[in-house]
């Protein structure tokens, strides 16, 4: 059980073209997920916390209007980079906090997005 | 604010030796632990977590974790060491407040010589 997907696993886009990305709890639901980005042979860095059914709560530093999340459902959360730049080339990966409490987060497999 | 210290960002071991990875937290109150294990381009799996009780804490794939308050530590062991067991290793501390956000370590990669 607690399994967490993302798609899609790789993805190459032009500079100045916007990326979904989906993460989806698949076997529980999720009241709260989390969006990170991982830079090559570096740690995980909490981009934002979304809530199903409000506006996500982004951490310093991190341009909301660049990273637009939507958590819509209890089982489905998307990070959108929006006019996507070389820089924001990076591995981001989601994960989910049961809707039954507790504090274990369940990590998808992360997409790695390659702006040219 | 709360934080994450992997002092070792490189470790080499014998196939067969032991293993000790550290970690160091600073936490407010009773912290909540985590050791994750990451290949290489995957996501993260969950090795261990402590959140109460026993001090000593038993995981997946072998490893244990011993959470030392004293010492703010919470150091992951394994006795013998496979070569599938190299990786990257994150240790993460969490808690009841701020929605639960974990904060990671640098990381520590494991290489295992064969």
């Known amino acids: 059980g607690a399994v967490v997907s993302q798609h899609p696993s790789r993805v190459i886009c032009k500079s100045g073209t916007s990326v979904k990305i989906e993460c989806r709890s698949l076997?529980?639901?999720?009241?709260?997920m989390f969006w990170y980005r991982q830079f090559p042979k570096q740690s995980l860095m909490l981009m934002a916390t979304?809530?199903?059914?409000?506006?996500?709560?982004?951490e310093q530093g991190v341009e909301k209007d660049k990273f637009l999340i939507n958590h819509a459902s209890l089982t489905l959360s998307t990070l959108t980079v929006t006019s996507a730049h070389p820089e924001d080339s990076s591995f981001y990966i989601c994960?989910?906090?049961?809707f039954g409490g507790g504090n274990e987060q369940f990590f998808g497999p992360g997409t790695r997005l390659t702006v040219l | 604010a709360q934080s994450v210290t992997q002092p070792d960002i490189h470790i080499t071991v014998s196939e067969g030796a032991s293993l000790e990875l550290r970690c160091n937290y600073s936490?407010?109150?009773?912290?909540?632990l985590f050791w994750y294990v990451q290949s290489p381009g995957q996501g993260l799996q969950l090795l261990l977590k402590?959140?109460?009780?026993?001090?000593l804490v038993q995981g997946i794939k072998g490893f244990e974790a011993e959470f030392k308050r004293s010492q703010s530590s919470f150091n992951l062991r394994k006795p013998s060491v496979h070569w599938s067991d190299a990786a990257e290793y994150f240790c993460?501390?969490?808690?009841?407040?701020?929605?639960?956000?974990?904060?990671f370590g640098t990381g520590t990669q494991l290489k295992v010589e064969l």
């Open positions: 076997d529980f639901q999720a009241t709260t």
């Open positions: 994960s989910a906090r049961d």
């Open positions: 936490y407010g109150a009773t912290p909540y």
């Open positions: 402590y959140f109460s009780g026993d001090t």
């Open positions: 979304s809530n199903e059914g409000s506006k996500a709560t982004y």
């Open positions: 993460a501390v969490g808690g009841t407040g701020g929605g639960n956000k974990l904060t």
